[in-house]
């Protein structure tokens, strides 16, 4: 119960040493995208938990997600019995953020206590994020894209989160990750494990700063229709009617065209299951970042190389 005892006894620190109740059910909210496996991190935390002796559950936050949609993941995890709430996570012990471009579209902190965590994927300095994000919770942050790149050829990033979450508030042991990462992952297990140490080791933490520092912080929401501008009961009301709706908000990637190598086979145009790669005038395609989710398909699929996939800094 090790985990529980460091991070409560970080809970009692941060409240100035003053007693405070134990609250011995630590709640967690994930933030993610489709396809980033914010779910699979939910429940290898889970799996973490059970495999010490304690109790947890884990579920997402169910809607029309796809790939680079937003999404919510919740933990619950207890040390003295079962979990009888099942309802979503709003006033969370601790927050993970997967994806570096949801700190500007939604209020990650939003209910985060003010003795929690809040751990972030980016590439910025701590400096930096802590002006935009820090306050009285424990702020920790790590690049884990560039690790998962590097490590595992992809940019998903659930595994290598788990072991910046598991450093900045030892909420359970490293090595109880083995077991349930190897169940889940197979002959890739080892990768995974790999970039999850990785993160364990290169997550840079931050104390909190003081509790009266205000910081007004405002994240760009996308404004939707009404339920009544919604009748019959469809958006899709018309021909045409869903180009209105900017899904390339929704990616953390984008493909970047190398016209040197392309030799205008049109595969990315054929695979894009969105159908945003467009033809130019000159016979070389390109992708209208107003709709693309950042899916990697088309760089996937050229058999070029042509299309590298960057990471989206804003």
């Known amino acids: 119960m090790r985990g529980f005892e460091s991070l409560q006894g970080y809970f009692l620190s941060v409240n100035n040493g003053e007693p405070m109740q134990k609250d011995l059910m630590i709640e967690i909210r994930w933030h993610g995208r489709g396809g980033q496996g914010a779910v699979t991190s939910a ?108 490590v595992l050829g992809v940019s998903i990033v659930n595994t290598t989160m788990l072991g910046a979450l598991v450093k900045a508030t030892d909420i359970f042991e490293l090595e109880s990750l083995d077991e349930p990462v190897k169940e889940r992952f197979g002959a890739r297990a080892r990768s995974n494990l790999e970039a999850c140490r990785r993160a364990y080791e290169e997550v840079i933490i931050a104390e909190p700063v003081a509790s009266d520092v205000k910081r007004s912080r405002t994240a760009q929401v996308e404004v939707l229709p009404g339920w009544k501008e919604l009748l019959p009961g469809c958006p899709v009301v018309e021909p045409g009617n869903a180009s209105q709706y900017r899904t390339g908000d929704w990616r953390s990637q984008h493909p970047v065209y190398d016209y040197q190598k392309c030799n205008k086979c049109g595969l990315c145009y054929i695979f894009c299951p969105e159908g945003c790669v467009e033809l130019r005038d000159d016979g070389y395609f390109t992708a209208n970042l107003y709709y693309c989710k950042g899916c990697g398909i088309c760089s996937a699929e050229c058999p070029k190389d042509a299309i590298t996939m960057v990471e989206e800094t804003q």
């Open 43 to 150: 429940e290898l935390t889970a799996l973490a938990a059970i495999h010490e002796g304690k109790f947890a559950q884990a579920f997402p936050s169910f809607g029309p997600e796809r790939r680079g949609a937003p999404v919510l993941a919740f933990n619950r995890i207890s040390q003295t019995g079962h979990i009888r709430v099942r309802a979503a996570v709003n006033e969370p012990d601790i927050v993970i953020v997967l994806d570096p471009g949801l700190l500007y579209i939604t209020d990650v902190t939003l209910g985060l206590k003010r003795e929690g965590a809040l751990v972030i994927n980016t590439s910025k300095a701590m400096s930096d994020i802590k002006s935009e994000f820090g306050g009285t919770w424990k702020l920790a942050i790590v690049n884990a894209t560039a690790i998962a790149r590097e």
